[in-house]
């Protein structure tokens, strides 16, 4: 086949104009561009080697991994590209494409830190004597400095109790009149007098400007019917430097959630947590996935953290 039908027959389909939209400017992986654009491993690499074919991307192995990138030295193929760009940038997955990318190159700067599902998965694999989670949660706990800490959509406050052991003081803030006595019953019984529970919405909880340390919410977003204005609550109740953290499910597409949980939304997109969280004024923004569950649905825990 000659060689520009074949390149003009590989951009005929929108995932590969999303993976060479992708790859202009930078070389990404297999599993980076998993990361970016959801897609399955070998949808991804048929997709690439169908580029390849045609002249428009080119490989390159460094170590294990084989990296991608646009192959320019085809003057055919590099004729082709622009055009091809400039349809990608009309694509809908654009936008959630590009946030996504910003993040897989921030991970892959910062790739000497450990991620915790990395210690997770070592974690188990040896028994020894009174190694725990529970002890390693001791430990933490006791490394914290003293912060005031809202515990946004806190439920009975679980969590609350656990950080009322070390911090300064934490608000636990809920919706439900019941469950707001019900933990504050528990936190006087404990005696943990620094922790004290409000009634309140998450979308704008009951809580002074610039005044806490730390934001927290776990499992608590996807029960918001307005997650942006949340987190421009979170936001203004920070103090300056303050940082959000977010523990919540990804985006899955377990349809009965909502029936069984009273969930609102079936978890979140990365590419939408951090645009939300830009929209609010945070920085500093690292979302990572922390948890895989092994049985179905499989459901996938995303921790985002960002700073005031």
């Known amino acids: 086949m000659p060689e520009t039908l074949k390149a003009l027959r590989a951009l005929a389909d929108p995932t590969r104009l999303r993976l060479l939209a992708l790859l202009h400017g930078q070389e990404l992986s297999v599993h980076e561009l998993q990361e970016i654009t959801g897609l399955g491993q070998s949808r991804i690499s048929t997709h690439l080697g169908l580029l390849a074919e045609a002249g428009l991307v080119q490989a390159r192995r460094e170590g294990k991994r084989t990296y991608y990138g646009l192959a320019r030295s085809n003057s055919t193929a590099a004729a082709l590209l622009d055009p091809a760009l400039r349809g990608a940038e009309e694509l809908p997955e654009r936008e959630a494409d590009q946030i996504n990318l910003r993040r897989v190159l921030d991970l892959r700067a910062h790739r000497e830190r450990l991620y915790?599902?990395?210690?997770?998965?070592?974690?188990?694999?040896?028994?020894?004597?009174?190694?725990?989670?529970?002890?390693?949660?001791?430990?933490?706990?006791r490394i914290l400095p003293p912060l005031t800490v809202a515990d946004l959509g806190s439920g009975e406050g679980l969590l609350s109790e656990l950080l009322a052991l070390r911090c300064r003081k934490v608000i636990a803030v809920d919706n439900s009149e019941?469950?707001?006595?019900?933990?504050?019953?528990?936190?006087?019984?404990?005696?943990?007098?620094?922790?004290?529970?409000?009634?309140?919405?998450?979308?704008?909880?009951?809580?002074?400007?610039?005044?806490?340390?730390?934001?927290?919410?776990?499992?608590?977003?996807?029960?918001?019917?307005?997650?942006?204005?949340?987190?421009?609550?979170?936001?203004?109740?920070?103090?300056?430097?303050?940082q959000v953290m977010i523990l919540d499910l990804r985006q899955h597409t377990f349809a009965k959630a909502r029936e069984l949980y009273g969930d609102l939304w079936p978890g979140f997109a990365e590419s939408d947590l951090h645009r939300w969280l830009e929209a609010a004024g945070f920085g500093q923004i690292e979302i990572t996935v922390v948890a895989r569950e092994e049985e179905p649905p499989h459901f996938e825990t995303l921790l985002a953290a960002a700073v005031k």
């Open 116 to 141: 915790f599902n990395q210690v997770a998965g070592r974690f188990g694999r040896s028994y020894g004597p009174g190694r725990s989670w529970q002890a390693f949660g001791q430990l933490l706990l």
């Open 178 to 242: 019941k469950i707001i006595a019900f933990g504050a019953a528990k936190a006087r019984k404990a005696g943990l007098k620094n922790l004290e529970f409000r009634l309140g919405d998450l979308q704008d909880p009951p809580i002074a400007d610039a005044t806490v340390d730390v934001v927290i919410l776990s499992q608590a977003l996807h029960h918001a019917g307005d997650p942006p204005r949340a987190l421009r609550s979170a936001h203004r109740i920070l103090k300056p430097g303050g």
